[in-house]
């Protein structure tokens, strides 16, 4: 459709931070009033954007949440809701489904943690979208739940040594964060100005 653009956040390894990354993105897009903004959340089972948002209570959250089992269920979504951005929050682990829905995705992002047993997976999932086709270029690395800023510079440099971008700014380990998504929150509504400054850093950078 013209003018909506498909973000796919997708991963290898559970638990990286794909719906905290989902639910900002949503949130900074809604934020930025270009158009309606839905997430696609086909994490099975979980549902854990549809659950955030249930925590929030009446606090309103700019975007809606639809719950997707098949990539049919994502494209009729798509079209019903005529979004101008529909993110696809993906299942805890990349299958056959997550390269089906690269192929029809402008942007894809991929989160993942700073250590190598999350870095290498990763780093796989991103070489079998290449050889479907996608270009190297609709990829996005985010290095996330870094214990240091010394760790996030690392897995930083270490996607970069296998030519895929990377946005030069992370979402550091903080239970604040965790416990601002126990409330339902984004990570750009946490009470922590710094850790608030930090989130939309990453999400201008994701966005750019
Ligand atoms: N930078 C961070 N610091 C602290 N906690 C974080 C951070 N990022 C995410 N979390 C927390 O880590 C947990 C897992 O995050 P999330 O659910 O986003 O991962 P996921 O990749 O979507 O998991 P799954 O593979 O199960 O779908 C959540 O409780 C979330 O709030
Ligand atoms: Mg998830």
């Not at 309606?36 to 955030?52: E, H, N, P, R």
């Not at 079209?79 to 029809?104: C, F, M, N, W, Y």
Request: with cysteine; charged share 20%; hydrophobic share 40%.
């Amino acid at each position: 459709m013209a003018d909506q653009t498909v973000w796919l956040v997708a991963g290898q390894k559970g638990g990286v931070g794909k719906s905290t990354i989902s639910y900002g993105l949503g949130y900074y897009l809604a934020k930025l009033d270009q158009g309606k903004v839905i997430i696609c959340d086909i994490d099975f089972g979980q549902w854990t954007c549809d659950l955030w948002k249930s925590l929030r209570g009446d606090k309103p959250l700019g975007f809606d949440i639809i719950k997707c089992n098949t990539l049919e269920d994502i494209g009729k979504a798509a079209v019903r809701t005529g979004a101008r951005h529909v993110i696809i929050d993906g299942a805890p682990h990349a299958s056959k489904q997550t390269l089906e829905l690269a192929k029809s995705a402008d942007r894809i992002i991929i989160p993942t943690g700073p250590g190598i047993a999350a870095l290498s997976p990763n780093v796989g999932l991103a070489n079998n979208m290449l050889e479907e086709g996608i270009s190297r270029n609709h990829i996005a690395f985010v290095i996330m739940q870094a214990g240091t800023p010394a760790d996030a510079k690392s897995a930083y440099e270490t996607v970069k040594e296998h030519d895929f971008l990377c946005v030069p700014a992370s979402l550091n380990f903080s239970t604040a964060y965790g416990q601002s998504a126990d409330r339902g929150l984004s990570v750009l509504e946490t009470p922590f100005v710094g850790l608030r400054k930090q989130a939309k850093l990453v999400f201008g950078a994701l966005t750019k």
